[in-house]
């Protein structure tokens, strides 16, 4: 197999679930976004929004507030402590929105992993943002009343002893 600096990223990169409270300085987070916007989207239409939050207070109404929503996991925090979080938003309009912000997120994923940050990517806090409740939590965040929250990725230094990647299945993929 080929192998190189962003392939080797790529295969080594881990989902983590528990973060050091290590504040990730804001060029780093620029870079991250930045990396973000520069991922495919349909015809190019770049209607999304990348917000990046590292206050406390809101980060602690997300993770709270959806975790109520949670009742099956008991103790779960969506945020995993994080002291960062990037919700990619989207003009409601965007029929494509989902495959745009996804490969977004891939990207500042990616670029989380090779600035030695860790990264997570959710879906869980759309139970709380996209709520009634959760509407004046989007206002909070600059968020225009004309797009939706898609997806999330949380982002701080790894506190995970284990930086094993989970083994991913060789079966998935076939030539023809």
């Known amino acids: 197999m080929v192998s190189n600096e962003v392939i080797r990223t790529i295969l080594h990169r881990k989902g983590v679930k528990k973060y050091k409270q290590t504040p990730i300085p804001r060029e780093l987070l620029e870079t991250i976004v930045t990396a973000g916007a520069a ?19 809101i980060l602690t109404d997300i993770d709270t507030n959806t975790n109520m ?5 008991p103790g779960y925090h969506a945020l ?3 002291p960062a979080l990037i919700i ?11 495959q745009d912000c996804s490969a977004a997120n ?6 989380a992993a090779s ?3 860790a990264s997570r990517f959710l879906d869980v806090p759309n139970l709380y943002l996209q709520s009634e409740e959760g509407r004046n939590c989007k206002k909070r965040c600059g968020i225009p009343d004309d797009y939706d929250t898609i997806c999330f990725l949380c982002l ?11 083994p991913k299945r060789s079966d998935v993929f076939n030539f023809v």
């Open 115 to 117: 600035l030695g940050i």
């Open 88 to 98: 990619l938003s989207s003009s409601k309009d965007n029929p494509f929105a989902k």
């Open 156 to 166: 701080g230094y790894s506190d995970d002893p284990d930086s094993t990647p989970t």
């Open 39 to 57: 991922a495919p989207n349909a015809f190019n239409r770049q209607a999304w929004l990348f917000t990046v939050v590292t206050t406390p207070e």
């Open 106 to 111: 891939q990207n500042m994923a990616i670029a």
């Open 80 to 82: 995993y402590g994080a």
């Open 69 to 73: 929503r949670l009742e099956e996991e």
